[in-house]
Nanobody, 122 residues
């Protein structure tokens, strides 16, 4: 079991930055691959980034590549998503998720946080 709590969302102007955090509890966090997803109003939840359990492997959606960076601190049981050069189209609820595989699909993840709102104004 893994419990996840996101924080760090907010309102930011286009071109600005935010860092999201996902605090995890549970014995299996350190062996879980961790992903970030987002869901905009009226749209399906989509993959943003994933990081392997050691932190050595990362993958990004093309839409965020070069602007977002995923990282993790296993000593703190926390995963981060650093977002720079934010665009209005990045506006969404951002979710972190834990899974057993380094994959990109919503159904590949077993545990989810409640989400944090990111709003980027133009």
């Amino acid at each position: 079991q893994v419990q996840l709590v996101e924080s760090g969302g907010g309102l930011v102007q286009a071109g600005g930055s935010l860092r999201l955090s996902c605090a995890a509890s549970g014995r299996t966090f350190r062996s879980s691959h961790m992903g970030w997803f987002r869901q905009a109003p009226g749209k399906e939840r989509e993959f943003v980034a994933v990081i392997g359990w050691t932190g050595g492997s990362t993958r990004y959606a093309d839409s965020v590549k070069g602007r977002f960076t995923i990282s993790r601190d296993n000593a703190k049981n926390t995963v981060y998503l650093q977002m720079v050069s934010l665009k209005p189209e990045d506006t969404a609820v951002y979710y972190c998720a834990a899974g057993a595989y380094l994959r990109f699909g919503v159904t590949d993840y077993d545990y989810w946080g409640q989400g944090t709102q990111v709003t980027v104004s133009s």
